[in-house]
């Protein structure tokens, strides 16, 4: 059974950057298409990034493009989310998915004024 475990969240003030890391587990392959959503207090899940099997084709929300940047090594089974220029309104906790497995537990972005 493949899980997938975030880390890489943390404090970060406005500007700054933060790295999230998605790895699965399991014996399978890492072919999955991924996604990157994150869900701040009292509103709704909302997209940020996704990434192909292949890592060639990448979507990103109109919020964060120019700003983040998603990766992946399938080889190493993990899935990146490179975040610069952090401002107060990504503050969440962000989730990545994989297709035909599910979400990860999250891990939560704050960001300071």
């Known amino acids: 059974q493949v899980q997938l475990v975030e880390s890489g969240g943390g404090l970060v003030q406005a500007g700054g950057s933060l790295r999230l890391s998605c790895a699965a587990s399991?014996?399978?392959?890492?072919?999955?298409?991924m996604r990157w959503f994150r869900q701040a207090p009292g509103k709704e899940r909302e997209f940020v990034a996704s990434?192909?099997?292949?890592?060639?084709?990448?979507y990103y929300a109109d919020s964060v493009k120019g700003r983040f940047t998603i990766s992946r090594d399938n080889a190493k089974k993990t899935v990146w989310l490179q975040m610069n220029s952090l401002k107060p309104e990504d503050a969440a906790v962000y989730y990545c998915h994989a297709e035909n497995v599910g979400w990860g537990q999250g891990t939560q972005v704050t960001v300071s004024s």
């Open positions: 990434i192909d099997w292949s890592g060639g084709i990448t």
């Open positions: 399991g014996r399978s392959g890492f072919t999955y298409f």
